[in-house]
């Protein structure tokens, strides 16, 4: 079982160091082939990717933040996403239809 953590911002993965969150990988795309029982997937992925990795039989941990509308766009440090409440919550994900 492995821990993949999913972002293209160097900022997240500052913030998910400093947190002592174990990571296996880092990834800036999720290949889904990858992705077994058992895994666990950390990111921001969109609702359609995130119930692909729960179908898998793999865990799906968002990282959120309360971000201010005027922060939008800009890149974050690990600073700024502790100020923005960072964290990481599990989410079960499922397709229906």
């Known amino acids: 079982m492995s821990a993949y953590f999913v972002s293209r911002h ?23 082939s990858t992705i077994g029982a058992g895994d666990k997937v950390i990111g921001t992925l969109p609702v359609n990717l995130a119930a692909a990795v729960c179908a898998r039989g793999a865990r799906y941990l968002h990282l959120s933040l309360d971000l201010p509308a005027e922060w939008r766009g800009r890149e974050l440090s690990a600073a700024d ?12 994900v499922e397709r229906v239809g």
């Open 10 to 32: 160097p900022g997240a993965l500052d913030w998910a160091t400093a947190c002592g969150i174990g990571i296996d990988h880092k990834v800036e795309h999720l290949d889904l």
């Open 81 to 92: 996403m502790q100020a923005c409440g960072a964290r990481i919550e599990e989410y079960r």
